[in-house]
C-alpha cells in the first residue's frame, strides 16, 4: 500500500508529529510513500535505518541521481554544493571547510558569540517589557554570527532572508523558488567577486586567498560554500532557539532546572535538536545499486527519504521519546545527519544555542509567554519547522 506524504500533526498539538509516523515505525520493512510530486519512494522511520541510510554511500545525495525524491518543487542544483554531491566529489570540497569547524576554532569564536547574545538581551531588557523572542533575539543573533563570521554585510540580512524563507516553502510555485535562489546567487555572486578581488579577514576572504588563487576551488563553487553556509546558518538555528525556548516557558520546571544548573545547557540543546527536528520532512537519497534496508529490498535507482524527525522519536533508542527532558542524555541523534553528510556545521549550531539558553537562563530568569500557546502560528508549510512568532514577557 502506498501512503499519501507527508501526513499532518494533529490539531493544536503543534509539538507532536503525524500519528501515522509512529504507526509505520511498527511495520515490518519501509513505507512506500507518495511524494506531492515526482516519483514514489521508500520512507525511513526508525532510528536504526536511518542511520544506515545516511552512513551508506551507496545511497546517493546527487539531485540529479535518478529515483532522487523531488518531494514538492523541482530541486534547484548548484554547482559545488557538496551537501548534493557524492564522494570524491564531495569529499574534495568538503576537505576545504572542516579547518573553519574545528572545536579550536569554535572555542576561539564564544567569547564573540557571547557579545553578541548579551547585546541582544541587553535591548530587550532596556525596552518594553514585551517582545517576540524570534525577531527580537533568535533571528539576530544567528545571522549577525554566521555574516561575521563568512563577512556577509549584516545590512542586508531582511533581503537574503525573505529569499531563504522563500525556498524553505512548499506553498508557493516552482518559479518563485527560482527567483529566490537567482536572486541568492546573485547576490553572493557579486559579495565573492569583491573579495576575489580585495580579500577580506573572513571565511570567504580566507578560502579566496588559500583555495581559489591556489586554483584549488573555483570562484562558482566559493559562492555555492558561501550560500550553503549563509542558508545553513540562518533560519535553523533561529527555530531552534525559538522551539527550544517555547518548550522550556511551556513547562516551567524545566526552566527552573537549566536556571538552577547551567550545566545542564549542553545537554538540554541536545535535548532540542533531537526533540524538535526541525528539518521536518526529512532528506532524500536514490539508490546506486540493489540493497537492503530493514529488510526491504530497495532496488537501484528507487528514492528513499530519510523521516529525520520519526527516527528521532524511536522508542528503542529514546525512552518516552515524545516528552521533552532537559536531563535527557539525547546525543546520538541525527538531527545534524550521519555519515560522510554529518553537518559540517555542527558545532556552530552546538556552540550559538548553549550561549543563547545560558544568556536567557541568567538574564531573563522570570521570562514567560505573554500570549496562550493556542495563539501561536508554526511553520507547517516549510521544510525547516518553527515558530513564525514567540511573544514573551518577564
Known sequence: MTEAFPAVRPA???????????QWQEQDGLIRIQPPIGEEAWLVTRYADARAVLGDTRFSSSMTMHGYPK?????????GAFIQ???????????????????????AMRPRVQEIMDAAIEELITGPRSADLVA?????????????MLGVPAADQELFLSWTE??????????????ANAALVGFMDALVTAKVAEPTEDLIGRLVVERVRAGE???YELVAFALLLLAGGLDTTANVIGLGALSLLRDPEQFAVLSAEPGLVEGAVEEMLRFHTITQWGI???????LEVGGQ??????????LLPAANRDAAVFADPDRFDVRRGARGHVTLGHGVHHCIGQGLARLELSVAFETLVRRLPGLRLAVEPAELKFQDDMFVYGVHRLPVTW
Not at 136 to 148: S, Y
Not at 166 to 179: F, G, I, K, N
Request: hydrophobic share 40%.
Open 284 to 290: 532524500g537519497r536514490a539508490a546506486t545499486e540493489d
Open 136 to 148: 527580537a533575539f533568535a533571528r539576530p543573533v544567528t545571522v549577525l554570527v554566521i555574516c561575521e
Open 166 to 179: 522563500t525556498l524553505h516553502r512548499r506553498d508557493v510555485p516552482a518559479s518563485a523558488h527560482e527567483e
Open 71 to 79: 518531494m514538492f518543487v523541482p530541486p534547484i542544483i548548484l554547482p
Open 297 to 306: 529490498t530497495v532496488k537501484a535507482g528507487e528514492g528513499v527519504i530519510v
Open 217 to 219: 576551488l573555483s570562484r
Open 12 to 22: 493544536g498539538c503543534p509539538m507532536d508529529l503525524a500519528p501515522e509516523y509512529a
Open 85 to 107: 554531491m557524492d564522494p570524491p566529489g564531495h569529499t574534495r570540497l568538503r576537505s576545504m571547510l572542516t579547518g573553519e569547524f574545528t572545536t579550536r576554532r569554535m572555542r
